[in-house]
């Protein structure tokens, strides 16, 4: 059982560290891909102190994130949903739900399989619904402009930097003090 076993989890490894790599050199290729395309260098100058700006926070919440999720979502679920994204909105609740329906505790193989299985069909379904959107969005268009909606999408954008605030608010209550 034991051989088994191992061989399962290494098999897990090689494939997610494959697949994390993949997806990071794919993310990072893109932009210079454009840049090649197009003829186009950004400013290097903005370009770093953008990511110095930012980098600190991500390498921070990822890090959290790690040690935080890894041991609910197990290996295969954690390499999935490192490479899928949304952890905090999507994949986590996704697992805790799985795994509190059907009983299985985190950190066992049956909760490995359990939340493997529930990220998986997550992930799915978020490609499913980003589909359905990119289809319809020239058949919709008209619907979506109708007079009565407009109010709608105008709350749009105050309600994305009424979530942001939160992590102004969090950071520093007096650049938050504006937004708020």
Known sequence: MAKKQRDYMDTIHLAGKFWLWTAAFLLCFFPFAICLYFNVLPEWGGVLKGVLAVAPIFW??????????IPMMGAAGSYLGFVTGNLSNLKVPCT???????GAKAGTEEGELVSTIAIAVSSIVTMLIIILGVVLIVPLTPVLENPA??????????????ALAV????KNWKIAAAPL
Do not use: K
């Open 60 to 69: 921070t919440v990822g890090a959290i994130e790690m040690i935080t999720y």
């Open 96 to 102: 805790l739900n799985a795994l509190e329906r059907t």
């Open 149 to 162: 909606l407009v109010p709608a999408f105008d709350s749009i954008l105050p309600a994305l930097f009424g």
């Open 167 to 170: 992590v102004f608010v969090s």
